[in-house]
């Protein structure tokens, strides 16, 4: 079977695309990171600029799983709200989560201009409520945000959301000028690129195990692929599918989102969106709680993209991709240390802005800088039930149930 990333737009429209040779251990490194994404790449480009030797040894190719198929969408903070953070932990604990997660962005930001990576950045992300309860409880998160942390972000009332988007029928949302969208796999290029400049040594198409390499120190970051390597370190991650489209460039962009943001609804199972460099409408819709792909992609989500643009039910599409999430328990990242082992999954559909940060985080944590990294990393996180076998099947039922409630 043909994987799903071969018909992304972002594999048709990827800059400096070339390829690695495979991994031999003939040198001992400082820090071998296993894992080409996101987290992995900006793991390693940090410890080489701490001076460390370092090789990255990723399965695939650069930015072949999450990292490279992602909606795009740059979502500042984590998938709780502050307001919920800061009620489950205290304050103090809260300032600190806040200070790291929402400080993403502008890491994200600093990286993309410090090695003037192409990635199509776009500035402005809107949360829109998919019923008049999620609104109010919008507004009562954007509020507390801005009132007790000074994050500052926009209302918008009902009948001002055409600004934003026209369609959807929404009731209301936040729009933070702070959030945004970008090519994600031109974004995981350029760090690999700019880790090479560092000195980072680049292996593709190798798969190893921690216990296969010689380092002193080790980093995972294998997110939906820790299973594969680390059965105990998988069970607290699930693999959610989720799938996208791209249509043909769109001459009318204005008349569906005439703000150029970013867009994510508030159902369990949401709905995302947003325009590419080019004016294609990128659409993601609805989730599969099993492995296998539709039989065809593209009409699996259009459903979806008639449900918020009807006038686009029939547009041409031109390419229809997918991929899996690693999905926490509680949905916040899980990060940690098995001695000389150091981890970082489960960013639970919310990771574009929050895994730079936690590469980082990562290689801060492996020179004995702990402070950052134990913020993060002493988040109570549980494995999911059921063991081997049962723990996919008991949270596919846990998962159907939530989708379910936004029917209701």
Not at 1 to 20: E, F, G, I, Q, V
Not at 147 to 162: D, L, S, T
């Amino acid at each position: 079977m043909t994987d799903p990333l071969n018909n992304s737009y972002y594999r048709a429209t990827a800059k400096s695309w070339k390829t690695r040779p495979s991994f031999s251990q003939v040198n001992k490194y400082d820090v071998i990171v296993i894992g080409g994404g996101f987290t992995g790449l900006s793991a390693a480009l940090a410890c080489a600029e701490k001076g460390l030797t370092v090789a990255l040894i990723e399965a695939k190719t650069i930015g072949f799983g999450a990292s490279g198929r992602n909606g795009g969408q740059l979502i500042p903070g984590l998938r709780w709200s502050m307001r919920e953070l800061d009620e489950e932990f205290g304050r103090e604990r809260a300032q600190a989560i806040f200070d790291l997660a929402y400080g993403a962005v502008d890491r994200v930001k600093q990286r993309i201009d410090r090695h003037g990576i192409q990635c199509d950045l776009k500035n402005g992300h809107l949360e829109a409520a998919y019923k008049p309860a999620h609104f109010d409880a919008m507004q009562r998160d954007a509020e507390f945000l801005a009132r007790e942390f000074g994050w500052k972000a926009q209302i918008v009332q009902p009948q001002n959301m055409e600004r934003h988007i026209r369609g959807g029928g929404y009731h209301g949302g936040i729009y933070d000028p702070q959030g945004g969208h970008f090519h994600p796999l031109n974004y995981a290029l350029g760090l690999a690129e700019a880790a090479e400049a560092a000195g980072v040594e680049i292996f593709e198409n190798s798969f190893v195990r921690p216990e296969e390499v010689d380092a002193q120190n080790i980093i995972v970051a294998t997110d939906t692929w820790t299973q594969d390597i680390d059965q105990r370190l998988g069970r607290y991650t699930i693999p959610i599918m989720n799938y996208n489209i791209a249509t043909s460039p769109l001459e009318s962009w204005q008349d569906f989102l005439p703000s150029d943001a970013a867009v994510a609804d508030s159902r369990f199972v949401l709905n995302y969106f947003r325009l590419s460099a080019d004016k294609r409408l990128i659409f993601g819709g609805g989730e599969k709680y099993v492995q296998t792909p539709p039989a065809d992609i593209a009409s699996f989500v259009r459903k979806h993209i008639a449900e918020v643009f009807p006038s686009l039910a029939n547009a041409p599409i031109d390419y229809a991709w997918g991929g899996a999430v690693g999905v926490t328990m509680n949905r916040l990242p899980h990060l940690g240390r098995n001695g000389n082992i150091y981890f970082a999954h489960g960013f639970s559909g919310h990771g574009a802005l929050v895994t730079t940060l936690a590469g980082e985080l990562l290689a801060e944590a492996v020179t004995g800088t702990m402070e950052r990294f134990d913020v993060l990393a002493n988040l109570p996180h549980q494995p999911f039930p059921g063991g081997k076998f049962l723990s996919r099947p008991l949270a596919t039922l846990g998962l159907l149930y939530y989708a379910l409630r936004d029917r209701l």
